[in-house]
């Protein structure tokens, strides 16, 4: 029944034939693409196999792809982006990003596409922001009449450590292809069902940072703890202490995670060890809350110190990781609320809903220039109703996280980006 309902509606006149039914023509071959995708993970920095697929398929759709694009502060790295360029005449420039890379989570969905990269997981949903892209493209280009300008397809590498989008821009992104007047773009969402759209104007994701904090103190025996400056002790002290930085030094109007996820320090039972090591991730939405808190987190380990005794020499060591760190995500209002009104004409109003700032991080809002450029990023639902209800639904970066039907999350994700370009560039379908 599927095969007869595609050849029937191959045989409607193009200019007939709906996004949707445009869709359905070409959404099999769209999901061997998914599922391929889904199946070969490539880790950041390491997207090798996946940019040349991307930037082959665009090719085939008639764009003007470069790839590998970019550049990275370590020359040993290669910046794997991807640049497809469609001109269509006088008119702006818009940007469309898709990311390219995977998680290293083991994966557990049971899927019989699973991934083959053992360790390795599309875990996050970037083989369903490919795929939409693909999609979207195809449709684009075959709707050259009903828009004009220039669309700047952006493949960008290694979004899960943020280094992808400033390798872009590095490597001389608008420079070479020129500076777009919007750029926009979809991220799956584990917290909204399947066929929907969420949309947040302004801070919509916080602002992430990186810090490692070496707490020294003076090692020795266990069994002589008088003779020492214990880390440990110190080290579990400093980390209740933070806690108190969101509790205690800010307003709850103004959120504030500080995590420590990773702890290591010490060889043996019966030995205190010289270091214990922190590894912590901040997260912000506001400049000014970002810096207080980053002050604080340097300023209580050292307080905590020197209550403890530990000689000036071995003070705490800060250190602020500058590549694992980027700014909140900034939608700007204008430019989001003509984007989820462009989908809702498509999709039906009830299918596009205002969801809350997530405290999750992204880097696609560098591309946006520090406000020179307006940029929205929307959420493209993944969600199973039922899990959501029930409070079971797998979240992003979840071994057993998979999109709630992928045919519905690629044919809602489609029709959105294809709305939003022919809304950007002066056209409605």
Request: proline share 7%; hydrophobic share 40%; charged share 20%.
């Amino acid at each position: 029944m599927k095969r007869l309902a595609i050849l029937l509606l191959m045989a409607l006149p193009l200019a007939a034939q709906s996004l949707d039914q445009r869709i359905t023509a070409i959404l099999p071959g769209l999901l061997d693409t998914y599922r391929t995708l889904h199946a070969n993970p490539e880790l950041s920095t390491q997207e090798a196999k996946t940019s040349a697929l991307v930037g082959q398929r665009l090719r085939e759709l008639g764009y003007d792809v470069t790839t590998p694009f970019g550049k990275y502060p370590d020359p040993a790295l290669t910046c794997y982006g991807v640049v497809a360029i469609l001109k269509n005449g006088n008119g702006p420039t818009l940007l469309v990003r898709t990311d390219l890379d995977a998680l290293p989570v083991t994966e557990q969905t049971g899927l019989p596409y699973a991934s083959t990269n053992a360790g390795v997981m599309h875990a996050c949903g970037h083989d369903v922001h490919m795929t939409t892209l693909l999609g979207a493209a195809k449709l684009i280009a075959d709707l050259k009449s009903q828009w004009h300008g220039t669309v700047m397809l952006i493949g960008q590498p290694a979004e899960e450590v943020v280094k992808g989008a400033q390798g872009m821009l590095a490597g001389g992104l608008y420079e070479r292809f020129g500076k777009p007047d919007f750029a926009i773009a979809l991220h799956d969402w584990a917290g909204l069902e399947s066929g929907r759209v969420g949309y947040r104007p302004a801070q919509f994701m916080a602002a992430t940072d990186s810090v490692n904090l070496t707490i020294r103190g003076v090692g020795g025996h266990g069994a002589a703890p008088q003779s020492t400056k214990d880390p440990v002790v110190l080290a579990a002290q400093t980390i209740l202490a933070l806690q108190t930085i969101a509790s205690r030094e800010h307003s709850p109007l103004d959120p504030v995670v500080v995590t420590v996820g990773r702890l290591e320090g010490g060889t043996k039972r019966n030995i205190i060890p010289d270091d214990v090591r922190l590894y912590l991730t901040i997260r912000t939405f506001k400049p000014e809350v970002r810096q207080r808190v980053l002050d604080s987190v340097q300023r209580i380990p050292k307080g905590l110190a020197l209550a403890a005794g530990v000689p000036d020499d071995r003070a705490p060591v800060y250190e602020h990781l500058d590549a694992e760190s980027v700014a909140a995500t900034y939608n700007d209002p204008a430019l989001t609320d003509r984007f989820q009104k462009a989908i809702g004409r498509e999709l039906g109003a009830d299918k596009v809903v205002l969801i809350d700032p997530a405290m999750v991080s992204e880097d696609f809002g560098l591309f946006g220039m520090s406000g020179q450029i307006p940029t929205a990023l929307l959420a493209l639902g993944a969600a199973d109703p039922a899990k959501l209800a029930s409070n079971t639904q797998p979240g992003l970066h979840s071994s057993k996280f998979a999109p709630y039907v992928p045919e519905t999350v690629l044919r809602t994700g489609i029709r959105a980006v294809v709305a939003g370009v022919l809304d950007l560039l002066g056209a409605r379908h």
